[in-house]
């Protein structure tokens, strides 16, 4: 297989530093969002004003790398302008796509600036090819990503049956597979993704530390206790442990990251045109480690004369940056669908 | 990025605590302040992220070298404070190397967290302000030296 076949290695930055640990470590494009509600990472002091987009969408671009712009989560009652005027502000900036969730936003982008490259997020939820196709005819949208549900044989016949092209999770933290539609958050806190742009806000999140554990609520409730030796997770109500008829036990989902340098030969074969890193809210080091990673795996499928497999170390780097240790293959090999 | 060294994961032995916990204390918060107080003055902090620490306290502490520092920010400056009453608004505790580590990006903070290294107390949201300013910082090309160090790796 030579380079060109491969798919696209698709990275996150929340931050200049950590796009260029991206750029500089082989990703093929890079995403980010503005400092502001209309993309799913909106914390605190994370993401792009327009001086430093300039400058990472230059930096990018100087290297040949591509930079989509997450405009992801659903326009607010009475402000739809902000989500209009972060398309336009994308748009101007030359991003090479912007990736929409909103089907109005889809139609506004596809209308104002009909040259503009769209992509599907997957906070738009669509997992059957038909959905796809809707997309691709009404909006002219060039690529989906798909949510985190599908097993892989289920990927490939959605690759089989639309001209848009795929793109899939390769690694990150996981949700509890109900991608853009997971209301969780607002049940304690009021706030979720899709209305502010985070899963369970920082400032209703606390970490309190007692002699031999910690707790962690969410504006008060109590999702989880750490011994201090264990693991800790994300803040997330998906990912807490709860009383259910008496057993306290992680009821939805336990922390895990998905991790598919195992399946990589099989999601070139079926047609992927991209992979995805999740994780816009970590840290430089975070991107450089996971970056590194994926694109020495990606680039072992292209030496003809070995076999492909997966070097222990690169499992090593992947599990150490995992939420809750532990990595899983998610929906793509699970046997019901 | 720094790939010319390495730091490993290590303690320190526990009678560097003890005799860490013996000695002044200001020295560390001098330090950290001015060091904050240049990044402020280069303008490597965004304002944004500074409004929001204004009259919050913050503690670093050093678990292995028994060394804290305790300091304030306020009217446009990181100030040492030499007797902080009260639990402070955000404290970070880790080791020295889980500390180094994150300040040479050679490990995620969320990472150490999740391993249960590196500690964030009081208010979060203030946490995630520190960690993604810290995070933004153009940091300059870093020397590239051999660092060793006497003790045992991983
Ligand atoms: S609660 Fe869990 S599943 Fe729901 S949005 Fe948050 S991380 Fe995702």
């Not at chain 1, 990736?99 to 997957?122: C, F, M, W």
């Not at chain 1, 979720?192 to 554990?213: E, F, I, L």
């Not at chain 2, 994961?9 to 000695?23: D, E, I, N, S, T």
Request: charged fraction near 20%.
């Amino acid at each position: 297989m030579d380079r060109s076949s491969l798919p696209d290695l698709v990275c996150p930055a929340g931050s200049l530093p950590a796009l260029k640990a991206a750029v500089d470590n082989g990703a093929d494009a890079v995403y980010l969002g503005f400092k502001n509600d209309t993309n799913a990472r909106n914390f605190a002091g994370l993401n792009f004003d327009e001086k430093s987009m300039v400058e990472g969408i230059r930096y990018a671009h100087d290297k040949g790398c591509e930079i989509l712009m997450a405009i992801n989560t659903f326009p607010q009652a009475g402000r739809v302008d902000d989500w209009r005027n972060a398309v336009d502000t994308a748009a101007g900036f030359g991003v090479d796509a912007i990736i929409l969730a909103d089907v109005g936003l889809l139609d506004y982008a596809s209308k104002r600036h009909p040259n503009q490259r769209l992509h599907l997020s997957v906070q738009g939820s669509a997992t059957s090819y038909e959905a796809i196709n809707f997309a691709h005819r009404e909006f002219g949208v060039r690529r989906a990503v798909l949510p985190r549900v599908l097993t892989l044989a289920q990927v490939e016949h959605v690759i089989k049956n639309t001209p848009v092209e795929i793109e899939v999770f390769g690694f990150g933290s996981l949700c509890v597979m109900n991608e853009g539609r997971c209301w969780l958050s607002s049940y304690a806190c009021g706030e979720s993704p899709n209305t502010v742009g985070a899963c369970s806000p920082a400032k209703y999140v606390k970490w309190d530390k007692q002699p031999g554990q910690m707790e962690t609520r969410l504006n008060g409730i109590l999702i989880d206790r750490f011994a201090d030796n264990e693991p800790a997770g994300y803040p997330t109500l998906c990912k807490g442990r709860f009383e259910v008829q008496g057993e306290t036990y992680y009821a939805l989902e336990e922390p895990t990251s998905l991790n598919v340098l195992e399946i990589l030969p099989e999601i070139i074969k079926i047609g992927v045109k991209a992979i995805k890193v999740e994780g816009r809210q970590r840290s430089p080091a975070y991107v450089t480690q996971v970056t590194r990673t994926l694109r020495a795996a990606l680039d072992a499928l292209t030496n003809e004369r070995e076999r492909y497999h997966v070097k222990p170390n690169w499992q090593a780097e992947l599990s150490k940056v995992s939420e809750g240790n532990q990595a899983t293959l998610g929906a793509y090999n699970r046997p019901w669908r | 990025m720094n790939q010319g060294f390495t730091i490993p994961k290590f303690q320190l032995p526990g009678f560097v605590a003890r005799l860490g916990h013996k000695l002044p204390q200001w020295p560390h918060a001098v330090a950290l302040t001015t060091a904050l107080n240049a990044a402020v003055k280069m303008k490597l902090l965004p304002e944004d992220s500074l409004a929001a620490f204004d009259g919050k306290t913050f503690l670093v502490q050093v678990l292995d070298t028994g060394g804290q520092a305790a300091f304030t920010y306020r009217g446009g400056f990181f100030r040492p404070l030499w007797n902080p009453v009260g639990a402070p608004d955000l404290a970070f505790r880790a080791n020295l190397s889980a500390f180094l580590q994150v300040a040479s990006r050679q490990e995620d903070p969320d990472t150490l967290f999740f391993n249960r290294e590196l500690s964030i107390e009081g208010d979060t949201e203030l946490g995630l302000i520190v960690k993604n300013m810290l995070d933004a910082i153009e940091l300059p090309q870093l020397p590239k030296f051999p660092l060793s160090l006497p003790f045992g790796q991983r």
